[in-house]
């Protein structure tokens, strides 16, 4: 590393983006040069505590301070995308929940959608309702995981144990609604394969008003708490207009002052008939995206309260033929899922089996953000930053 | 029997053993207090567990033994029974050298903590200075243990743990010295050894934590803040941040030498404890004991440890009571009726004591020969409540907040906390010297 690059990791807040095309760890002058023994370079990760998963990330450290960061991925590579093309539609739909097998109802909903819109079928507005309100619990889950861990990997242990207590609940409605709690499979090209159980709606009323005053309760441990704050405030600063360029979605755009959300932008399923608020931050640190998330969360609540209390009466399920052969085409759709824009491409060449899948996960494309957010912090802010992209590497590595 | 084992029996002998020159005793007192901090961390770490757990709305260890009792016995057999293992690039003997470095450290500082007057194995005229010494000495063992892993995380683990302990040195000595000079108001001469501190509290009729309110209070914070730092816990634990530094300095370690480190923790937490109690709440004095000393005051404190035996005692056969049916749950549900019986005999033991010192007549023999000891039986269990209770906001602590970055750590250190102890330091210069 020259000096001339230990300016420019010096100069923290103001960093452009052509920082990011530059080769950022530079390994064999590194250890030429004999003089200078501050630098430390460390692997963190695959298996670490705070790296979700088995992520591993190589720091290249001046003392505490992190000159530079390089993502190792593919850990946990299973070929989902080419898997895709040896299977038909109906057989791939249970592999994308284990992309993101923290919110799978996301994850299943934006495929079908896709092979829908690329059949030019529509599902029935009663599935419609119940595919917001499930992939909207999902929403709920999926940020109280990433609240518990994230919590966790800035030093407060009891959050996780509430979260997941509360996490619970959801899991227990998809459990009696589907029979699987984390790969849930619950959809289907076309609709719901399952009408509702008998007092599902009042399993979903129950928990909005058992969840309200958990919300409360997490923000009394954590959005007052001084060394939350401290912790939090300033640390893994991203602008708008870095977010856009490197292509960042979900709440970590939003929380950078950019209203995007495709909910509202792209409306799909029955997300135009509901009345919510999409919340955005100021300043793109960690504490407005901890913000955001917990908004969000609230008004998910919202989502769910308007789409049980409308749920329409009717068929589950569409007119679906029992061998799926969508006409020669390519289709892109994408959908709001937990962590940002979850895209499917699928190409078909008009037989059973898609002949291209390609999928945009979120998680992936954010982690990307990594390395600009980091530089000039300290390696306590490494593990924030980690946990506030909330990423898993199920769908990084997919 | 010898004259050296004779002389200290005695029940008017008031001093410690060191004080009254009984080498025999002072041994005999070491081994005590060496027993009982190990006893005293096997409970801390059932109860840390325990309480723990319950913050965060979980059982915590249930199997070994009725609610886990046996828990830190079985763990402590596992980690004696663990494969030895040293790094083959690590520097073999300090590796092995570093947690007994700590180890030594947490337990020498015993030797100056007055349990009561006479409670204690020597009073030393530099106490306080002494465990201020030897309680730094704490860190080396973790700064070796760092350097002598030859890994990345230990070393920046270690690192951390010296700046903080650099950091917080600081404001902690000039937070004890504001407490030293309050000793010297009575008479114009302070006093540096603990039993001396303490009996100046008596002297002077207030616990110096609410000695020129608010001056003392505000030592007593800092000292509260500074120690929680100097015993790397939550939410100053960077040196082991489990989350980014996987283990910090114990990284490279397991077995037997990770014990030891955990040992040398808990014992460092007792010891700062004793130090704060000794300092500012009293040592081992029952509440106002300036205006209830009378010896039916007397007599009724002298209970307290009895009952709270017996309620201790109760609540563990309440627990067996509320056992489940099951059948397997039969020997558990024995056990800790057994544990209850054992309970509630020691606090029979210790009713019978303060009833025989405190209800015969008061020239009667037998009383003359149990006041001395129900004395000491009281001096050691208010000094112990009133460690138990930082022993708990230890735990509570750690349930609470997010840990502190490294650099805000340094900046409250130097930043908040220096300049208040300082100020807090001159002001009680200054009340002291014209206002009282």
Redesign the interface.
């Known amino acids: 590393m020259t000096v001339h690059d230990n300016d420019r990791a010096n100069d923290a807040p103001g960093r452009g983006l052509s920082d990011l095309h530059r080769s950022h760890l530079d390994f064999d002058t590194a250890d030429k040069t004999y003089l200078d023994t501050n630098e430390?370079v460390?692997n963190m990760g695959p298996q670490?505590?705070?790296t979700h998963g088995v992520l591993r990330v190589i720091l290249k450290?001046d003392?505490?301070k992190v000159l530079g960061t390089e993502c190792v991925i593919g850990y946990l590579h299973r070929g989902v995308e080419k898997i895709a093309e040896n299977r038909t539609y109906a057989m791939f739909n249970p592999y994308v929940d284990r992309m993101d097998y923290v919110a799978a109802v996301s994850n299943g909903l934006g495929y079908c959608e896709a092979v829908e819109k690329l059949m030019n079928v529509e599902a029935p507005p009663r599935a419609k309702y119940v595919r917001v309100i499930l992939t909207e619990l999902n929403r709920i889950a999926s940020h109280q995981l990433w609240l518990g861990t994230h919590?966790?990997?800035?030093?407060?242990?009891?959050p996780?144990?509430?979260t997941f207590?509360d996490r619970e609940e959801i899991l227990k409605i998809f459990e009696k609604y589907c029979g699987a709690r984390l790969t849930t499979h619950s959809f289907r090209i076309g609709g719901c394969q399952f009408e509702t159980y008998a007092g599902f709606e009042k399993d979903v009323k129950n928990f909005l008003a058992f969840f309200a005053p958990k919300i409360d309760e997490y923000e009394t441990?954590?959005t007052g708490?001084r060394?939350?704050i401290?912790?939090t405030k300033n640390v893994g600063v991203i602008s708008g207009a870095d977010c856009i360029a490197l292509g960042v979605t979900g709440p970590v755009l939003r929380a950078s002052g950019v209203k995007w959300d495709l909910r509202k932008a792209q409306p799909y399923a029955a997300y135009s008939a509901f009345d919510f608020e999409i919340p955005t931050g100021k300043n793109g640190d960690t504490f407005d995206r901890y913000m955001v998330r917990v908004i969000e969360m609230r008004q998910s609540m919202r989502i769910i309260e308007q789409a049980v209390n409308g749920i329409p009466e009717g068929p589950i399920m569409a007119r679906v033929p029992k061998v799926i052969k969508p006409p020669v085409g390519e289709i892109y759709h994408s959908i709001e899922a937990p962590k940002g824009e979850l895209g499917y491409f699928i190409v078909s060449d008009g037989s059973t089996q898609p002949y291209r899948v390609r999928i945009r996960p979120p998680s992936f494309v954010n982690l990307q953000a990594l390395d600009l957010m980091v530089r000039g912090m300290?390696?306590?802010?490494?593990?924030a930053v980690i946990g506030t992209l909330d990423i898993v590497l199920g769908e990084v590595d997919r | 029997m010898p004259d050296f084992i004779t002389s200290y029996l005695d029940h008017t002998v008031t001093v410690s053993p060191g004080a009254a020159g009984s080498q025999f005793w002072a041994l005999i007192y070491v081994l005590i207090i060496f027993a009982g901090v190990s006893v005293a961390v096997i409970c801390m770490n059932w109860i840390e567990r325990k309480a723990l757990a319950h913050f965060q709305v979980r059982l915590g260890p249930m199997r070994v033994g009725p609610h886990g009792l046996l828990q830190p016995i079985a763990d402590a057999i596992k980690l004696l029974l663990k494969e030895d293992i040293i790094p083959a690039e690590a520097d073999q003997f300090v590796f092995w050298i570093a947690p007994l470095i700590g180890l030594l450290a947490a337990f020498t500082v015993y030797t100056v903590i007055p349990f009561g007057p006479s409670q204690a194995v020597s009073d030393m005229n530099i106490g306080i200075l002494f465990m201020l010494g030897v309680s730094s000495l704490g860190v080396l063992g973790i700064v070796v243990a760092g350097w002598a892993s030859n890994s990345h995380y230990p070393l920046i683990g270690a690192l951390r743990s010296s700046a903080q302990m650099v950091s917080y040195e600081v404001a902690m000595g000039l937070a004890v010295i504001s407490a030293i000079l309050m000793t010297s108001l009575k008479d114009g001469t302070g006093t540096l050894s603990m039993i001396g501190i303490v009996q100046a509290q008596n002297e002077q009729g207030v616990w110096f934590i609410f000695k020129f309110f608010p001056l003392g209070l505000i030592a007593f914070a800092i000292f509260a803040v500074a120690m929680v730092a100097e015993t790397n816990r939550a939410p100053f634990d960077l040196a082991e941040a489990e989350s980014e530094l996987t283990a910090g300095f114990h990284t490279e370690y397991s077995g037997l030498r990770w014990s030891l480190f955990m040992l040398a923790e808990y014992t460092a937490m007792i010891a700062v404890s004793s130090i704060a109690v000794t300092l500012w709440l009293g040592g081992w004095m029952h509440p106002f004991p300036n205006l209830l000393h009378a010896r039916a005051w007397e007599f009724l404190f002298s209970l307290v440890p009895g009952l709270t035996f017996g309620g201790l005692a109760a609540i563990a056969y309440i627990g067996a009571q509320r056992m489940p049916p099951q059948s397997f749950f039969k020997i558990q549900r024995i056990g800790l009726v057994v544990f209850a019986a054992v309970l509630g005999f020691i606090a029979l033991l210790l009713l019978v004591v303060a009833a025989v010192a405190g209800l015969l007549p008061q020239s009667s023999a037998a009383a003359q020969h149990t006041t001395g000891f129900r004395d000491g039986i009281d001096n050691v269990y208010w000094f112990v409540l009133k460690v138990a209770v930082f022993m708990y906001m230890f735990i509570w602590y750690r349930a609470t907040w997010p840990r502190y970055r490294f650099d805000q750590l340094m900046r409250v250190g130097w930043k908040v906390m220096l300049p208040i102890s300082l100020g807090v330091l001159v002001l009680t210069a200054i009340v002291g010297v014209y206002f009282s």
Request: aromatic share 10%.
């Open positions: 430390l460390i670490h505590p705070a450290l003392g505490e919590a966790l990997d800035i030093g407060a242990m009891t996780l144990f509430y207590r441990l954590l708490n060394i939350w401290e912790r300290l390696v306590a802010d490494v593990v």
